[in-house]
C-alpha cells in the first residue's frame, strides 16, 4: 500500500527540524577532503573540476582513494536515514535524507561549496528503500554501457530512481528522490552543458 505523501504532516515541527539538522551535519562531512588530506595528496579543490567528491579524488591517481570517497558520501546518507528513522520514525528519515544531500551539496563548512550529490543520492535510496537503488544501478549500468558518458548515466538513472519508488507503492520516497534528482540535475548544469555541446568527456577517455 502506497505510504502518505505529504509526510510532512505526519511529524511534529521540531522534529522535522531535528531530523534536518541530524541529515545536514552528517550530509556536510567532506570525505574527498578529509579521505585526500589523511593520505598526503594535494588538496582535491585545486585540481580537475575543484569538486570534493569521488570523481575528482580519482584525478589524483588514487583509485582507492577515489573508492573511499564514493563509500563514504554514500554511507553517510544511508547514516542519516537510518539513524533518523530509528530514534523518530518514517518521516523524519526522509527529511534527514533531505538534510544529507544538501549537506552534501552545500556544507557551510566550505563556503556551501560540495559536492555533486550522485554518491549520497545512492546512500540515501539505500537506506530508504533498496529497490531504487537497484534501479539505479541498472539503469546507470545500461547507460554507461551504451554511450559511455558517466553524467548522462547518473541523470538518467536519478530520474528513474523515483519512477520505480513511485511504480512499488513508495509514493513518499518518490516524491523525496524526485525533488532530489532536480537538485542533483542543477548541481550537473556544467555537464549537461557539455553534453548537449559534445564535449562531455566518455568513461576511459583521458583528459
Given at each position: 500500500?502506497?505510504?502518505s505523501?505529504p509526510f ?10 531535528a ?23 594535494q ?63 552545500a ?16 546512500g540515501?535510496?539505500?537506506?530508504l ?12 549500468l ?13 541523470l538518467t ?51
Amino acid at each position: 500500500m502506497p505510504a502518505s505523501v505529504p509526510f510532512l504532516a505526519e511529524i511534529p515541527l521540531t522534529l522535522a527540524f531535528a531530523a534536518l539538522v541530524l541529515g545536514y551535519l552528517l550530509g556536510s562531512i567532506p570525505f574527498g577532503i578529509l579521505i585526500t588530506r589523511f593520505a598526503g595528496t594535494q588538496d582535491i579543490r585545486t585540481i580537475g573540476s575543484g569538486n570534493i567528491g569521488a570523481t575528482n579524488v580519482l584525478r589524483t591517481g588514487r583509485k582507492d582513494l577515489a573508492a573511499a570517497t564514493l563509500l563514504g558520501d554514500a554511507l553517510k546518507g544511508t547514516a542519516a536515514v537510518l539513524l533518523a528513522r530509528h530514534f523518530w520514525g518514517e518521516p523524519a528519515a526522509l527529511i534527514a535524507g533531505l538534510g544529507a544531500f544538501i549537506g552534501h551539496i552545500a556544507p557551510v563548512w566550505l563556503k556551501f561549496k560540495g559536492g555533486k550529490g550522485v554518491a549520497t543520492f545512492l546512500g540515501i535510496a539505500l537506506g530508504l528503500f533498496w529497490p531504487s537503488l537497484v534501479v539505479f544501478a541498472v539503469v546507470w549500468l545500461g547507460m554507461a554501457f551504451l554511450f559511455r558518458y558517466s553524467s548522462l548515466a547518473a541523470l538518467t538513472a536519478s530520474v528513474a530512481t523515483p519512477l520505480s519508488a513511485w511504480a512499488l507503492g513508495r509514493a513518499d520516497v518518490a516524491v523525496l528522490m524526485a525533488l532530489l534528482a532536480v537538485l542533483l540535475w542543477i548541481k550537473h548544469h556544467a555537464n549537461i552543458s557539455r553534453l548537449l555541446s559534445g564535449t562531455e568527456t566518455k568513461i576511459g577517455a583521458k583528459g
